[in-house]
């Protein structure tokens, strides 16, 4: 029976999925509000940069399909949140560099 | 019920919606299925669209390039009116629809009304489009009657499906309104030039002809361009920035202003009211800067520093739109000498303005921001957390793209002297220039979409292991 994933394998996963537009991934853009993992499942809470944003089906899906493949993955449940909005506060340090926002 | 319609039923467009406390998305196993489809059938009738508007990019450049001297022409002649509407109607009026098909549903979080009635009008537009161009080129009057007719069933079913669209989301704001508007006149203009047409065929109304093409312009100009952008630019450009529109204000007084200005030049044109004519221009000018103050504060709030090619080819084409206002204003003044007549500063240099200096680059930067996003879509969507997929942006080639941007920037100056000076030489010279640039940027866009059919590798099935 393979181990159940830790959250770092959790972030890690989600690190590969990149917002289409800004081609920075899903963490650094500070998308990911929460990853808990218990016994192989795994509850992610997750927003996006807006309500609207044309590409947050596959975002969405995306999550749910990369974390499924972690092995020993039980149940994984992906909520969507528009509370508290996304702010660019939210962006990590590396995001603000790709984005050109500091040096 | 359709799978659209269950999907909407399982709660998949609370993806779109503020939500004042958490959303849980549909978790079991069906609803991710129907997810996939809906998904994937995603930007087909947008990006039908904006085929057909890169189609008719090269054939109006053809045109253009086959007979520059038509720019040194009185604008009213059959001629130079074919050569506009395969600009206008072609290219112009063909991608913003794709896009308003595109953005109306992201705008309002919501889907398409009736995505057949799109197709039709999809259709109605490839068929009729080329029969107007044809009959004005040969001014067949009734031919032209006939296309124009398609054209117009087309519009109807444009308009109704974005209201109802509009009406279904139950929102409200700038950009809603601009969208709403924007139907609404391009509805208005494509049944007055129908009424043109028929007036000059059996001449009911003592009307001057030459008036009702200058308002029939107008409507369309400022009545679905301007209002369009208006709203348009104010979804796209913080969202493609990472800024935000902080006080809505500016954006709105520059749609009333625009409104307006409309309402009262059209007339004017049509009855040779100078004195309401100026009034109008200036509001239309005074929204196209309010508006342009609007954005560039949004702008200043962004977080992606770099504008890409697209984003800054739409803002220099918002600038070109104000230049071109100005110029308006100066034609439309009581006791202006500037008229109809070819040669000098007259109504063919404020075409050039507002079509070449404006309304290209606008166009031209939407292309370069929606083309990639929604070959992505279709071709990469399906892609994602399976394995690595690129950025939108990366399906272009920028090079390419921001020279055949700058290109098709610089051929408005020849372009200007050539029908300021009545000059061959400088309008053959602008004329290939901007086949240069057409030449490039088609390129560039040609090579976005080979994603669509040149894939690397198929998706393999979605793992189904324990309730997700």
């Given at each position: ?15 590969s ?12 853009l500070g998308l ?13 809470t997750?927003?996006?940069?807006t309500?609207s944003c ?15 493949r972690?092995?020993g993955?039980k149940?994984?449940n ?17 995001a ?8 | ?24 998305l549909?978790?079991?196993a ?7 489809n809906?998904?994937a ?5 947008p990006?039908?669209f904006m ?15 086959a ?6 022409l009185p ?15 072609g290219?112009?009026?063909t991608v913003a629809?794709g896009a ?6 992201v ?8 995505e057949?009635?799109?197709?039709w ?11 107007m161009?044809?009959?004005f080129?040969?001014?067949d009057?009734?031919?032209l ?25 139950g ?19 494509v ?57 809505w ?6 749609l ?27 509001a239309?000018a ?27 080819s ?9 230049t ?5 204003i100066?034609?439309?003044s009581?006791g ?45 969507g399906?892609?994602?957390?399976r ?10 080639h ?11 920037g ?20 602008g ?6 640039g ?15 059919w ?6 393999p ?8």
């Amino acid at each position: 029976m393979s181990a159940t994933p830790d959250s770092t394998a959790v972030w890690d996963a989600l690190r590969s999925i990149p917002d289409p537009e800004f081609g920075v991934n899903i963490v650094d853009l500070g998308l990911i509000y929460s990853v808990e993992c218990t016994d192989g499942d795994i509850a992610v809470t997750m927003t996006l940069t807006t309500p609207s944003c044309p590409s947050g089906g596959w975002i969405y899906e995306g999550a749910k399909e990369a974390l499924a493949r972690l092995p020993g993955v039980k149940n994984v449940n992906v909520a969507m949140v528009f509370d508290p909005p996304w702010t660019p506060a939210m962006l990590s340090e590396s995001a603000q560099r790709q984005l050109g926002r500091i040096d | 019920m359709t799978a659209m319609n269950s999907l909407m039923a399982v709660g998949l467009p609370s993806l779109r919606a503020p939500e004042s406390r958490p959303v849980r998305l549909p978790t079991p196993a069906r609803p991710a299925a129907l997810a996939g489809n809906w998904l994937a059938t995603q930007g087909r009738l947008p990006l039908a669209f904006m085929g057909l508007g890169l189609a008719w990019l090269v054939a109006a450049t053809a045109l253009l390039v086959a007979q520059p001297t038509l720019l040194s022409l009185p604008h009213p002649h059959p001629r130079v009116v074919a050569l506009t509407h395969a600009w206008v109607l072609g290219f112009f009026v063909t991608v913003a629809c794709g896009a308003v098909y595109q953005l109306a549903p992201v705008a309002l979080g919501t889907t398409l009304c009736n995505e057949r009635h799109g197709w039709w009008h999809f259709g109605l537009h490839a068929v009729g489009v080329p029969g107007m161009v044809y009959s004005f080129w040969r001014g067949d009057l009734k031919l032209l009657g006939h296309f124009g007719f398609a054209v117009a069933l087309g519009i109807v079913l444009f308009a109704v499906n974005t209201w109802r669209t509009v009406q279904r989301s139950g929102r409200r704001g700038t950009v809603v309104w601009s969208l709403t508007l924007a139907a609404g006149w391009l509805l208005t203009t494509v049944l007055v030039g129908l009424l043109l047409a028929a007036n000059r065929y059996w001449q009911f109304i003592p009307i001057d002809p030459v008036a009702l093409l200058r308002a029939h312009a107008h409507l369309g100009l400022v009545g679905f361009f301007v209002t369009l952008l208006q709203g348009v630019g104010f979804q796209l450009v913080p969202m493609f920035t990472l800024g935000e529109v902080r006080d809505w204000r500016l954006a709105n007084i520059g749609l009333g202003l625009s409104q307006t200005g409309l309402l009262t030049l059209a007339p004017a044109l049509l009855w040779h009211l100078a004195p309401l004519g100026l009034l109008g221009a200036l509001a239309i000018a005074a929204s196209m800067i309010c508006s342009g103050i609007g954005l560039k504060r949004a702008l200043d709030s962004r977080k992606k520093r770099a504008l890409d090619p697209g984003t800054r080819s739409f803002l220099r084409g918002g600038a070109g739109g104000c230049t071109a206002a100005i110029a308006g204003i100066a034609l439309v003044s009581p006791g202006s000498p500037w008229g109809s007549a070819p040669g000098g500063f007259n109504a063919m240099i404020y075409a050039i303005l507002g079509l070449a200096g404006g309304l290209l680059p606008c166009i031209a930067g939407m292309m370069c921001k929606i083309v990639p996003f929604l070959t992505w879509m279709r071709a990469y969507g399906p892609r994602v957390g399976r394995g690595p997929t690129p950025a939108a942006g990366a399906l272009t080639h920028p090079r390419i793209e921001r020279w055949g941007l700058a290109l098709q920037g610089i051929a408005v100056v020849p372009l200007l002297v050539g029908a300021w000076t009545l000059s061959e030489l400088w309008l053959r010279i602008g004329a290939w220039l901007l086949a240069v640039g057409v030449a490039l940027f088609v390129a560039d866009m040609l090579g976005v979409l080979k994603h669509l059919w040149f894939v690397p590798a198929p998706v393999p099935a979605m793992k189904r292991g324990g309730s997700r």
